[in-house]
């Protein structure tokens, strides 16, 4: 199945990445290929193969519950573009809570 | 697009149209520190004083699991009778908000902690057994104040300024299965069980349970199906429940909508609604017809959660005794019928008597108070039993202090009244108003000789072998007393004087 | 004498200012005085911390001098890859969208190389947040391969191995994901390796794919990198992902280097068609090498090896596009388009256009599209068995075998721009490197040799089981030594793209 542009379009949406016309027509292109490469892993029979997600088996890893010094609030909005009131400013979210 | 206020009258909607309901309640653990990381996890700090490279979700921070909080699930888990996953994931959510500091919550997909569990919930004289489908662990997002709006909600704001020591609290998911067959009685059932889980939640010391504190959360499930049809409708999802109340009538409220809905011919969309507190009505939020694909995958930043045997059955042995559990035996304790403790739990005044026993009363001592006099009182003010500025230790006070006989029921009455207006404790209470049950019989006899000189006509009468005319010189002594006369000893005085 | 000390070894450093004959001062500044000179032309170093370097040499003097005890690397500089934070330097991990960024918090290898004594010179080049093969993807410019400065000196920790080449620092710190340090290492003919997964914290390394990210060492001698390899590795309570075990004995197997007796296995999948002549024939002159030092080299099949690329290309893009979702604009870093009229969602699709480069485009829309509802099973969870099978067949082959060699990347440095239009061009730099990638295991580049029709050089792939990264350096120090031996001098003498002082 061919990655068309408006496939690439949807795919930008979700990421949100806000591409030109040419570069939708640009990465159509360049994703259809690599997904046709990629695509060789189905060629793989592996029916009752588990996944892995980690190299080791390596399982419980936890924290005690104990406070550790917090950054304050001056480093934690140091970077921050638009910082007000001790919070981070951000522009009006047009999606729901 | 319009939304058409059009409801149908409940008792016609449930004629013509049965309700299933679900509930997804979230719960935030109350553990020292958050889920992933060691910041503080306490409420009400100033903004962005609790957070660190890991809750900010800043490029290179990596999370690492409490153990607490894994440990409070299970309990929770164990207390709703579900199985615990000999080996669980986290995984990622992944959508884009601001109040998310990753753009991904760190939840569970999949391979949840616990799954296939119950909750028996009394509604009335029957006892309801809602299906626990599964219990997660996950993280909890920051908080967004919207501003420049007219309501401070979203809609209409100019921007938002965000506060992540929210960002990160663990948080514990319990989804029910559907619950069909709760027919007209659906609302109450949703909120019946959403007062229990509260409960067990609270005797399980997980959490502070508090819904306006939004330590406890609700989403409700609603859908109607025409009756005998045997499918079930469309569903949607009502949220800002922010009490049990809301619970109550936002199932009411969608259940009338829906039909009307149906009635007219149209149909119901599925779809996020937001509940208003103050009209009772929810209204559409984001549509759930283009279902959001959260692309769900394995965290790779953690490792599998594989609860060990052992570590459950220590987790089970020391659960505490559950609110169900805990019922059962207070009624046997104090031989009460259902009918009687249902009373007790419609009322609120369950933990109330038990702890007015706890400190000495008798049960039925305890219970008349709360549910007699307290409770009237409360209704009268508008308040809860539980917020009357009267204490079990009070109530189990002037219990004692009319057992052993230096108040009178009138008198304690009083003393009741004292407690309402905050004077003070009982026996202060007592010595400031000078309630004390006059006991002295030197004192008595003088109100006694002086009623039965005052009424000759009655004393001849009980001379005469009438003793039931007694009662009118007990009220004159009473009356001369100020009413702390031991009516029962004034009385015996009375005949001696007079046989 | 400076010029003296930017070619000594870090070993031979730390001995030197240990024994007071030099001072880490002057070692430092020999060293910033070779960055300053070569610099402009290798591009290998995004920020330069002069005043901090030296302020962490004079604190190492003042121990000497009090008469503590110093560590083995102190004093030692170090070229630290872009994507390790750090407290006093920014980290833009070669990225427009984290220019300038200040991180209020140090990566634990940061911490480790402090408390170690290093000197921290500055922050390297690299492909844009590691996705690259030779630091083109940089949003601040490519660096350049000191052997020849119009070909690309590998990535994407090509900056890190740029600096070590061109003698601008004895270490460098780099990442290794797909091949990220094993193939600028092969290409810039310096010693790299890629620890055991989860053998070095990741806490403080910003993330390109988690589940195969592995911060290691980079240097001019199998002993160095043993030695860098020992101070930045071990359990760290931060990382979940990192292994509670002691550190391999690295160092006494690099000083060890004898492969009498040993098992080699060379992989038949790796090799043949779309390999350079050259690089075919240096692997056939180290296999034979080998065997003249008395192991025993057969040939292994490690049949799911053929699906490693696009695994790896389903893999990584897939935990990429969700852990580069956090680069928004929001919190920190750039923000585009906040005119007070638009909404957050436009800013944040404006600021990640306009911060990321087109292979980090490409890769977060590919990832997005491996993981959505109806694919992820066809694509990420296909992807995720055939790693099953690969770790398979690297425990089915360490049956046979000690240790498996192959070249580390099918060619040599390629000319810049050659393959900057090519994504899946680029790609193929990786077919050697990646098994062990998915597979977890520890695997190093050491030099072989020059290819013969272009005189650059050639890297050598060992690979060793999951926790057996002392094996890496038993065999590359048994290779490097006899190499070093008929060469009769170090390889670096003949880079001759820094015709310099």
Known sequence: MPITRDEVAHLAMLSRLALTDAELDHFAGQLDAIVNAVARVQEVAAD???PTSHALPITNVFRDDVIVPPLSADAALAEAPAAEQGRFRVPRILAED | MTETRELLPYDEALSRYEPVIGLETHVELGTATKMFCGSPATFGAEPNTHVCPVCLGLPGSLPVPNRAAIEYTIKIGLALNCSIA????????NYFYPDMPKNFQISQYDEPLCTEGWLDVAVGETTIRVGIERVHLE?????????????????????????YNRAGIPLVEVVTK????????????????????????????????????????????????????????????TKNVNSLRSVERAVRFEIERQAAVLDSGGRVVQETRHFHEDSGTTTAGRSKEEAQDYRYFPEPDLVPVAPSPEWVEELRAALPELPAARRARLQAEWNLSDLDMAALGNAGALDLVAETVAAGAQPDQARNWWLGELSRRANESGTELAALSVTPADVARVCALVAEGTLNDRLARQVLDGLLAGEGSPDEIVAARGLAVVSDDTALLAAVDQAIAGNPEVADKIRSGKTAAAGALVGAVMKATGGRADAARVRELILQRLS | MTSELTRMTAAELAAAIAAGETSAVEVTQAHLDRIGSVDGRVHAFLHVAADAALAAAVAVDHRRKAGEPLGPLAGV?????????????????GSRILEGWQPPYDATITDRLRRAGAVILGKANMDEFAMGSSTENSAFGPSRNPWDLSRVPGGSSGGSSAAVTAFEAPLGVGTDTGGSIRQPASVCGIVGVKPTYGGSSRYGVVAFASSLDTPGPLARTVLDAALLHQAMSGHDPMDSTSIDAPVPPVVAAARQADVSGLRVGVVSELGGDGYQAGVLARFGEAVE???????????????????????????????????LARFDGMRYGLRVGDDGTRSAEEVMALTRAAGFGPEIKRRIMLGTYALSSGYYDAYYGKAQQVRTLIIRDFEAAFEQVDV??????????????????????????????????????????????????????????IMAPVLADDRLYRVGAAVEAALNDRRGHPLLDEAKGLADD
């Open chain 3, 77 to 93: 500089p170090v070229a630290l890859k872009d994507v390790f934070t750090t407290t006093d330097m920014p980290t833009t991990c």
């Open chain 2, 139 to 163: 993280e909890d997002t920051g908080k967004s104040l919207h501003v420049g709006g007219a309501t401070g909600r979203i809609h209409g704001a100019d921007h938002s300024l965000v506060d």
């Open chain 2, 86 to 93: 000999r080996s669980c994931r986290f995984a990622r959510k």
């Open chain 2, 178 to 237: 559907p619950i069909p067959g709760t027919d007209d009685q659906a609302p109450v059932v949703a909120r019946a069980y959403v007062t229990e889980l509260r409960d067990l939640l609270r005797a399980l010391d997980v959490s502070d349970v508090r819904m306006e504190e939004g330590s406890l959360r609700c989403d409700v499930n609603t859908s109607i199906a025409p009756r005998g049809s045997n499918t079930w409708g469309t569903r949607t999802e």
């Open chain 3, 404 to 461: 498996l060699i192959s070249p580390t990347t099918p060619t040599t440095a390629f000319p810049i721009g050659e393959r900057a239009d090519d994504p899946i061009a680029m790609y193929l730099a990786d077919l050697c490197t990646i098994p062990s990638d998915l597979a977890g295991n520890a695997a190093i580049s050491v030099p072989c040799g020059l290819a013969p029709e272009d005189g650059l050089p050639v890297g050598l792939q």
């Open chain 1, 48 to 50: 009752q193969i588990p």
């Open chain 3, 289 to 323: 090498l080998l065997e003249s030092l008395g192991a025993k080299v057969t040939e292994v099949s490690c049949p799911h090896f053929t699906y490693a690329l696009p695994a790896y290309y389903l893999i990584a893009p897939s935990e990429c596009s969700s852990n």
